[in-house]
C-alpha cells in the first residue's frame, strides 16, 4: 500500500506521502486517534449530506465501514467519539469507491480542487 501510495503522489505531483498505518480494531482506532477539526462517518441512512455537514475546516477524519456498512455498534461508539454520520445519498457504493467518491467531494466543496459552475 506504501509503494502504491508513494507511486500516486508521484504520479500527480504530491510532495507529502499519506502515512498508512497497520489495520486496527475499531475501538483502539476510536480510542487512539487524535481528534481533528472535523469527524466524519458515511452511512447510507444518514439525514445529513456530506455538502450540509461542516465548512471548510483544516483536517477532517472520515470513518467508512465495510461492506454492509457499519454495525449499529460501530456507529454508536464512533458517534460518542464525534462522529457525525453523514450520507452520499441514496446511491449504494462500495468501500474504495465510496472513499474516493467522498474524499473527493471534501476536495471540491472545502479544499484545493476548483468548482465549475455553469454560467447562464
Do not use: F
Request: aromatic share 2%.
Amino acid at each position: 500500500m506504501e509503494k502504491i501510495a508513494q507511486s500516486a503522489c508521484e504520479q500527480c505531483g504530491r510532495n507529502t506521502i499519506p502515512l498508512i498505518d497497520e489495520p486496527v480494531a475499531l475501538h483502539e482506532l476510536l480510542r487512539e486517534t487524535e481528534q481533528a477539526d472535523c469527524r466524519l462517518m458515511l452511512q447510507l441512512s444518514a439525514e445529513v449530506s456530506l455538502q450540509q455537514a461542516g465548512t471548510k475546516v483544516s483536517s477532517v477524519d472520515l470513518l467508512i465501514g465495510p461492506e454492509g456498512g457499519l454495525s449499529d455498534a460501530e456507529a454508536e461508539l464512533a458517534a460518542a467519539t464525534g462522529y457525525t454520520a453523514v450520507s452520499l445519498g441514496p446511491r449504494v457504493m462500495r468501500t474504495e469507491t465510496a472513499a474516493l467518491a467522498a474524499l473527493a467531494i471534501i476536495q471540491a466543496l472545502w479544499g484545493d480542487l476548483l468548482l465549475v459552475q455553469n454560467q447562464a
